[in-house]
């Protein structure tokens, strides 16, 4: 069994900064992928970043040069560090891990409100 424990959502003002963090436990050999999607209200869930074990990133054009993902492999936790947010930003953040053999697991979703 896996558990993924996402946190650091909230409110903030356009311009400011958060960041998100994702924990996975369970029965976890190894982690190739970690990533964030989001889902704003009547629009599809979409990719915000990835990262490999390796370090190799991938980010949707919207977040570049904004938004940084990182992971710290030891603690199987992955981080979104986003800065000069938007008011496009507001959504809930899903957390998405592919755990060798056993496959993709999402977090429960955390809300991101970007507001004055």
């Known amino acids: 069994q896996v558990q993924l424990v996402e946190s650091g959502g909230g409110l903030v003002q356009p311009g400011g900064s958060l960041r998100l963090s994702c924990a996975a436990s369970?029965?976890?050999?190894?982690?190739?992928?970690m990533g964030w999607y989001r889902q704003a209200p009547g629009n599809p869930r979409e990719l915000v970043a990835t990262i490999t074990n390796g370090g190799n990133t991938n980010y949707a054009d919207s977040v570049k040069g904004r938004f940084t993902i990182s992971r710290d492999n030891a603690r199987n936790t992955v981080y979104l560090h986003m800065n000069s947010l938007k008011p496009e930003d507001t959504a809930v953040y899903y957390c998405?891990?592919?755990?060798?053999?056993?496959?993709?697991?999402w977090g429960q979703g955390t809300q991101v409100t970007v507001s004055s």
């Open positions: 369970g029965s976890i050999f190894s982690i190739p992928r």
């Open positions: 998405n891990v592919l755990i060798t053999i056993l496959g993709d697991y």
